[in-house]
């Protein structure tokens, strides 16, 4: 077959255009930095879950160890249920505890991982028992304001037995 | 008053007619494009000609507004971010929007103006000139000879230059951002990565610039087809080319956003 320079013109800017897509996908987005490699999946269920989304990360000491996979509502607990992957080479023990937290103070929120104490491992389709949902930013100051009235008052009472 | 009105009222009517034919045409030219698929593919270096003239020469204004873009991306972004103390998001705002939004819609309507503009003028003067009922006194398809390789070229052409043209306009960015105004490289990059999604944003800016590849080549082609015989025909086509790809472009945009963003 005969060769032109407008083919190689034309392989060029294939060539050009698969790079950019490669650039894209390595270096601009997150093609590498996600490579979990084989999961497990376990299961957690939250009170609440505040603003937590799936694709959100898992960490353990700050480190990403999985994604939160799916969350869906529980009506029989009124619960919300969330489906965890946990990259295969982290094993945690069966009461470990899991958090909700914020990154930062508008962050992303993230699951927060801490290890327990006991011999049994996780497995796969286990459920995490200990849970502690998401600071609602709203409670915390109810709490406070009722916290700082109740304190008033005791005092005012101890004032009037004094 | 009342004496224009009549003739208003079947103008209206007149264009709205016409503008129904003429999707109806363009559709059935749309059919005729899929039915000369294979032999389209036949005969590759027809297609590869057209990649050259569509694609290859629309690099230039391509690449260097993609770089002037991502550049006062960073410029823009920089101004405001720094306001609330987060400059190093700077790759972030400057990567999300180039490769959800403008990549695609910028790349388009580069292309529509560059490309899109060549194709109607080229095949109405082909037209003009009876080049193509020549071409079917010969027995020879003008839809498969002439439209179907510009409307697989201008196919392939469209996520190739739109990557090249969000990869370009990063560079702009970091451009901008790291050497001139002084942000952390590392932070740059890591965030980016951060908070690139490849199958949410990589993914759906390539679909997007496919599917502007199709509206953008198949309203060229069928302007170009559809152009009266004449030199004011030619002229009037290549302006509806670069008028009705940009709004087609610009709406089948927030309409794809839609989805992709509800979904």
């Given at each position: 077959?005969?060769r032109t320079?407008?083919?190689?013109?034309?392989?060029?800017?294939?060539?050009?255009?698969?790079?950019?897509?490669?650039?894209l996908?390595?270096?601009?987005?997150?093609?590498?930095?996600s490579?979990?490699?084989?999961?497990?999946?376990?299961?957690a269920?939250?009170?609440?879950?505040?603003?937590?989304?799936?694709?959100?990360?898992?960490?353990?000491?700050?480190v990403?160890?999985?994604?939160v996979?799916?969350?869906?509502?529980?009506?029989?607990?009124?619960e919300?249920?969330?489906?965890?992957k946990?990259?295969?080479?982290y094993?945690?023990?069966?009461?470990?505890?899991a958090?909700?937290?914020?990154?930062?103070?508008?962050?992303?929120?993230?699951?927060?991982?801490?290890?327990?104490?006991e011999?049994?491992?996780?497995?796969?389709?286990?459920?995490?028992?200990?849970?502690?949902?998401?600071v609602v930013?709203?409670?915390?100051?109810?709490?406070?304001?009722?916290?700082?009235?109740?304190?008033?008052k005791?005092?005012?009472?101890?004032?009037a037995?004094? | 008053?009342?004496?224009?009105?009549p003739?208003?009222?079947?103008?209206?009517?007149h264009?709205?007619?016409?503008?129904?034919?003429?999707i109806?045409?363009?559709?059935?030219?749309?059919?005729?494009?899929?039915?000369?698929l294979?032999?389209?593919?036949?005969?590759?270096?027809?297609?590869?000609?057209?990649i050259?003239?569509?694609?290859?020469?629309?690099?230039l204004?391509?690449l260097?507004?993609?770089?002037?873009?991502?550049?006062?991306?960073?410029l823009?972004?920089?101004?405001?971010?720094?306001?609330?103390?987060?400059?190093?998001?700077?790759?972030?705002?400057?990567?999300?929007?180039?490769?959800?939004?403008?990549?695609?819609?910028?790349?388009?309507?580069?292309f529509?103006?560059r490309?899109g503009?060549?194709?109607?003028?080229?095949?109405?003067?082909?037209?003009?000139t009876?080049?193509?009922s020549?071409?079917?006194?010969?027995?020879?398809?003008?839809?498969?000879?002439?439209?179907?390789?510009?409307?697989?070229?201008?196919?392939i052409?469209?996520?190739?230059l739109?990557?090249?043209f969000?990869m370009v306009?990063?560079?702009?960015?970091?451009?901008?951002?790291?050497?001139?105004?002084?942000?952390?490289?590392?932070?740059?990059w890591?965030?980016?990565?951060?908070?690139?999604?490849?199958?949410?944003?990589?993914?759906?800016?390539?679909?997007?610039?496919?599917?502007?590849?199709?509206?953008?080549?198949?309203?060229?082609?069928?302007?170009?087809?559809?152009?009266?015989?004449?030199?004011?025909g030619?002229?009037?086509?290549?302006?509806?080319?670069?008028?009705?790809?940009?709004?087609?472009?610009?709406g089948?945009?927030?309409?794809?956003?839609?989805?992709?963003?509800?979904a």
């Amino acid at each position: 077959m005969e060769r032109t320079t407008i083919d190689l013109w034309v392989g060029a800017f294939v060539a050009l255009g698969l790079a950019a897509i490669f650039g894209l996908a390595l270096k601009v987005g997150n093609l590498t930095s996600s490579n979990i490699g084989e999961t497990y999946t376990v299961t957690a269920a939250f009170e609440n879950i505040g603003g937590l989304k799936p694709h959100a990360p898992v960490k353990s000491a700050g480190v990403v160890i999985g994604r939160v996979d799916g969350i869906v509502f529980d009506s029989k607990d009124y619960e919300a249920k969330v489906t965890i992957k946990l990259d295969k080479r982290y094993k945690f023990p069966t009461d470990t505890f899991a958090n909700i937290y914020t990154a930062g103070l508008l962050g992303e929120q993230y699951i927060g991982l801490e290890a327990g104490g006991e011999e049994a491992q996780l497995k796969n389709g286990d459920k995490i028992s200990h849970t502690q949902d998401a600071v609602v930013l709203e409670k915390l100051i109810s709490q406070f304001l009722y916290s700082k009235a109740s304190d008033n008052k005791s005092s005012d009472s101890t004032k009037a037995t004094e | 008053m009342l004496k224009g009105f009549p003739g208003t009222l079947a103008g209206l009517g007149h264009r709205t007619i016409e503008g129904i034919w003429r999707i109806g045409a363009g559709a059935r030219l749309f059919f005729y494009i899929w039915y000369y698929l294979l032999e389209s593919f036949k005969r590759p270096r027809l297609i590869v000609r057209e990649i050259f003239a569509t694609g290859v020469l629309s690099l230039l204004i391509i690449l260097v507004s993609a770089f002037f873009v991502g550049m006062v991306l960073g410029l823009q972004g920089y101004n405001t971010l720094q306001k609330y103390g987060s400059s190093e998001a700077i790759g972030v705002l400057v990567a999300l929007s180039l490769v959800r939004e403008l990549g695609p819609v910028v790349t388009a309507l580069l292309f529509a103006g560059r490309a899109g503009t060549a194709i109607t003028a080229e095949i109405g003067l082909m037209k003009a000139t009876e080049q193509l009922s020549a071409m079917e006194m010969m027995a020879v398809s003008p839809v498969a000879r002439v439209i179907a390789p510009r409307f697989w070229a201008g196919v392939i052409s469209m996520p190739i230059l739109a990557a090249l043209f969000s990869m370009v306009g990063v560079l702009g960015g970091y451009f901008v951002a790291v050497p001139i105004i002084g942000v952390d490289a590392g932070a740059f990059w890591s965030q980016m990565q951060a908070s690139v999604d490849f199958r949410d944003d990589i993914v759906n800016g390539v679909i997007k610039s496919l599917v502007f590849g199709v509206v953008c080549t198949m309203i060229a082609l069928f302007e170009g087809y559809d152009a009266p015989p004449t030199a004011e025909g030619v002229s009037r086509a290549t302006t509806r080319t670069v008028v009705n790809s940009s709004l087609a472009v610009l709406g089948l945009d927030f309409i794809l956003t839609a989805f992709m963003i509800g979904a």
